[in-house]
């Protein structure tokens, strides 16, 4: 009897769960999502504040006075520095050809989830633009002619960002020198490989690997000659159908501060 | 006792949300479930997946079916093993712990973090046992 009731609690609410699920894919909760994340957010930061407190607590007021002191001529410092940063980020960006400047929008990263500097490398990124600035799902993400990933969500306010070196992140791309034309596969940790090159091409050590191209109708996706990265070690077996390559990216994505979406090319 | 799991578990989503990638929100279920085994639960599961989806950004009720289904496995267990055991929740967190965090595409150090999340689970498991005990005897 118990057994039939659990049985019948599950099945409930595992529908209802992939009807929110389901729901949410396609975008009908897009309202929903957005108010909600709007609510939490100043919960999320305020309860942010209170462990930044908690951990505060019982020590030195003179030694806090110095602390903030020392916290506000740092962030004095930060901010300067940040300026002097997206300075040069937006100068850079405004002297490369490709993509034009005019059809970029400038987002910070505000967030790298499950990202813990010195054990994991960042395979998302939260940046402060989202739909309400022109983002939209699977627009191409870079850095001066960089490519950094594409993006995956976005609410109102925000949106997320899956780098290609992300596990999930497939497309396809070409080398400079030779023009052989593979597919880049994210491998996690930080790796990528360019897979599927045909054995007859010939893959060299140090060559660039560009984006073939896939933009569709409605400007979604990666746009030709973008740099993805170059190729640190070829592996290639006369037994096996296609040859691939690691790519190693000139971007540590973990430091970046200031990311460009492509709205337009 | 659902007053103890609301509060439990608003806890380990503040937590979940603000400090760490600990699936604190799940060891919390697991503990709550093997102490008190109520089919209530699913409704926690549901609604606390839900809110954690919202602040941690994921498409929203991948974290309410990943519970769901968690908490359906685990009372498929009990109905023929005995389940509130030192070893049945250090290995059953493991577990869910790795199976969470590679789903949820997390790449590195996750046997790592699986054995952290086993032992905090363990450490949940004799709080709830004695905050039971204590408040509702």
């Known amino acids: ?20 699920f389901g729901s949410a894919k396609i975008g009908l909760l897009k ?41 506000a001529l740092t962030q004095k410092l930060s901010n300067q520095n940040k300026l002097i940063e997206d300075n040069k980020a937006l100068r850079d960006q405004f002297q490369t050809q490709n993509p034009k400047s005019a059809g970029l929008i400038e987002a910070d990263v505000v967030g790298a989830p499950m990202f813990i500097p010195g054990i994991s490398v960042p395979e998302v990124l939260i940046l402060d633009r989202g739909e309400s600035d022109g983002i939209k799902v699977g627009l191409a993400v870079v ?28 497309f396809t791309a070409k080398t400079m020198a030779t023009q052989s034309q593979g597919v880049i596969k994210g491998q996690g940790g930080g790796g990528m490989i360019l897979d599927n090159v045909v054995l007859s091409d010939n893959l060299q050590k140090q060559d660039t690997v560009l984006t073939k191209g896939d933009v569709d109708t409605e400007g979604s996706g990666f ?29 540590d994505f973990s430091k970046l501060s200031k990311v460009f979406v492509v709205v337009s090319n | 006792m659902k007053l103890l799991a609301f509060v439990l578990l608003t806890i380990a989503l503040i937590l979940e949300a603000s400090l760490t990638t600990i699936p604190f929100v799940f060891l919390s279920l697991l503990c709550l479930l093997v102490v008190s085994r109520g089919n209530w639960l699913f409704i926690f599961a549901f609604a606390f997946g839900l809110i954690l989806d919202l602040v941690t950004f994921k498409t929203l009720g991948i974290s309410s079916a990943f519970l769901v289904v968690f908490l359906f496995l685990v009372l498929l267990y009990q109905s023929k093993f005995e ?16 199976a969470y965090l590679w789903l949820l595409g997390y790449n590195d150090n996750i046997i790592l973090q699986a054995v952290a999340s086993s032992i905090i689970a363990l450490l949940l498991f004799k709080l709830v046992q004695k905050l039971k005990f204590k408040i509702y005897g």
């Open chain 2, 83 to 98: 389940i509130a055991t030192n070893a049945f929740v250090f290995f059953a967190s493991f577990l869910v712990s790795f």
């Open chain 1, 143 to 170: 850095y001066q002619n960089n490519l950094i990933g594409k993006v995956v969500g976005a609410s109102a306010f925000s949106s997320s960002v899956m780098l290609i070196t992300n596990s999930a992140s497939s």
């Open chain 1, 1 to 20: 009897m118990q057994r039939r009731n659990f049985v019948s609690y599950f099945l409930i609410f595992l529908v209802l769960s992939l009807i929110v």
């Open chain 1, 31 to 71: 309202p929903i999502d957005s108010l909600g994340k709007g609510i939490l957010a100043p919960i999320q930061a305020l309860t942010y504040g209170v462990f930044e407190k908690i951990t505060s607590l019982g020590s030195n007021s003179q030694l806090e006075t110095l602390r903030a002191e020392n916290l």
């Open chain 1, 223 to 251: 746009p030709p000659d973008l740099v993805v990265g170059k190729i640190s070690a070829v592996s290639k077996n006369a037994s096996d159908l296609f040859q691939k390559a690691d790519v190693k990216s000139l971007i």
